[in-house]
Nanobody
Framework: QVRLTESGGGLVQAGGSLRLSCTASGRTVSSNTMAWFRQVPGKEREFVAGIPGISWSADSVYYRDSVKGRFTISRDSAKNAVYLQMNMLKPEDTAVYYC???????????????WGQGTQVTVSS
């Protein structure tokens, strides 16, 4: 069974940067899609960024429109990890960020059955 552990959240001022990490244990996830979602209280969990497994095109990364140009997702298959570099953060980026993995790519949270515990990101204005 795969277990995901996120880290790197925190409090940052608007315009600042954070780098989230998600490490998988239990088995390799190099052939899996890895994705980041976020959720604020009272709202549905929303897709932020996703990167398919190594069998897909290396150029196949996906972002929600509001983070394009500011966030970058990357993976290190040797470390069984995925990262989310978040630059030019805005107060509306405040949320709990979750890492998830699945055998195929999807932007829908219900498609993912393996999740991390989440890490809080708070952006002050």
């Amino acid at each position: 069974q795969v277990r995901l552990t996120e880290s790197g959240g925190g409090l940052v001022q608007a315009g600042g940067s954070l780098r989230l990490s998600c490490t998988a244990s239990g088995r390799t996830v190099s052939s899996n899609t890895m994705a980041w979602f976020r959720q604020v209280p009272g709202k549905e969990r929303e897709f932020v960024a996703g990167i398919p497994g190594i069998s897909w095109s290396a150029d196949s990364v996906y972002y929600r429109d509001s983070v394009k140009g500011r966030f970058t997702i990357s993976r290190d298959s040797a470390k069984n990890a995925v990262y989310l570099q978040m630059n030019m953060l805005k107060p509306e980026d405040t949320a709990v960020y979750y890492c998830a993995t699945n055998s195929v790519f999807s932007k829908m949270a219900f498609a993912y059955s393996i999740w991390g515990q989440g890490t809080q990101v708070t952006v002050s204005s």
